[in-house]
């Protein structure tokens, strides 16, 4: 396995782009990825009870096991729209299909912007007129950017019973994200054979140790979406499960997807940090996810790290909050590399090599509860005055 350079459109037999169609004032707001087959699809999707009418269509698709376009829209999340929502979501499909000549069942539909707005149907049928057929990964990339500040994107490359397969990634998120499989799109597309089953199988496990284990701001959007498109066309032998090929493909899958969710995790609205949170010795590895995740969403222990406090009872108090089992007396707390917190003691460090350590752009909090071999991680970013900036002048 190794991480080579590309795009979402890398693996063979996918093609993108992206324009500006007008749904935003200047940047690319609409594009379409799509395959030259049709692919075994997998789909992970919000869990907030307000869905937006792409999810609802989409996971309608996912369900019947095929797709061979995604169509998307930003600046737009079409969420909070009514039975009208509905209606412009199957449009959109229904004029993608016609454009590239593929069948309009086959078309996933996704969007992400402001909610409770209808979108304007005509500047969307004229923008998917005018969408390049062969256009670039990037384009396409660049589209589906709301408040991020950068593209999110990865390829990795491996072999399966001696064939070369790509798995290339791309997604979008920098505010309302606390996914619970916000506004957070993610997109993947492969040219392995695997059955949907399988794949699918796969999406939802892996999910559970990547976008479901970071958080921004503890919003969970009505627009969250995970896609996995895989068309077959690397000529590898259909991976069957529990084999040796199975655990290289899980293990490239699982290299895109931490890959993507740790850089929405750093392009947060308005952070300056990228936070990982490492728990180790819990008494399984859900309760060692839950600490992670409960740690790096706490906005006390968020805004003390943008502020570049070692206050590492912010961090001992969420662990507590945690809902995860523990004996306080056996637990460690590391700033890095730092004690500052053994054996249910404070440990005395060194002001100097702390404050240094906390210029870092990228920070690493370190749990042990020395009761079990539970382990997990989780991402954020800190809690900054241009977070509250950027909401507070962010139109509903």
Not at 24 to 40: I, N, T
Not at 114 to 135: F, S
Not at 293 to 306: D, E, Q
Not at 330 to 338: A, W
Request: proline share 3%.
């Amino acid at each position: 396995m190794e991480k080579v350079t590309g795009t979402i459109v890398s693996p063979k037999g996918f093609h993108g782009a992206g324009m500006h169609c007008g749904l935003k004032k200047r940047k690319k707001d609409l594009g379409w990825l799509y395959s030259d087959v049709p692919c075994q699809v997998a789909g992970v999707f919000t869990t907030n009870l307000v869905q937006a009418a792409p999810v609802t269509y989409t996971k309608a698709l996912v369900k019947k096991g095929q797709a061979q376009v995604i169509i998307v829209n930003s600046g737009n999340a079409n969420a909070c729209t009514g039975e009208q929502g509905i209606q412009d979501t199957a449009t959109m499909a229904q004029l993608a299909g016609a454009a590239l000549a593929i069948d309009p069942s086959l078309v996933a539909v996704a969007s992400t912007g402001v909610i409770g707005q209808l979108l304007p149907m005509d500047t969307m049928a004229q923008g998917i007129a005018k969408l390049a057929k062969e256009g670039s990964g990037r384009d396409f990339q660049q589209a589906i950017l709301t408040t991020d500040t950068c593209e999110k994107s990865v390829v990795y490359q491996g072999k399966i019973a001696g064939r070369k397969i790509t798995v290339a990634g791309c997604g979008k998120g920098s505010g309302m994200i606390h996914p619970n499989m916000a506004t957070m799109l993610g997109f993947v597309t492969t040219d392995a054979a695997i059955e949907q089953t399988l794949l699918q199988e796969l999406l939802a496990e892996l999910t559970e140790t990547t976008f479901n284990q970071i958080t921004v701001d503890g919003d969970t959007s009505t627009n969250d979406m995970v896609l996995v498109l895989a068309n077959g066309q690397a000529g590898n032998p259909c991976i069957q499960p529990n084999t040796v090929e199975y655990q290289a493909f899980k293990e490239i899958l699982a290299a895109v997807l931490t890959t993507l969710a740790k850089a929405i995790a750093k392009d947060g609205e308005g952070a300056t940090k990228l936070i990982e949170v490492v728990t180790r010795g819990a008494l399984d590895d859900l309760q060692a996810r839950m600490i992670s995740k409960t740690i790096v969403g706490s906005p006390l222990v968020k805004t003390a790290l943008f502020g570049k406090d070692p206050n590492w009872g912010r961090i001992l108090c969420a662990i507590g909050y945690s809902g995860a089992e523990l004996d306080v007396n056996q637990l460690t707390i590391r700033l890095g590399e730092i004690p500052v917190f053994t054996q249910g003691m404070p440990m005395i460090f060194s002001q100097e090599d702390m404050a240094c350590y906390l210029e870092n752009p990228e920070l690493v909090i370190q749990v042990d509860l020395g009761d079990g071999t539970g382990q997990g991680r989780a991402w954020g970013c800190d809690l900054t005055y241009d977070y509250v900036k950027i909401n507070a002048l962010y139109h509903t």
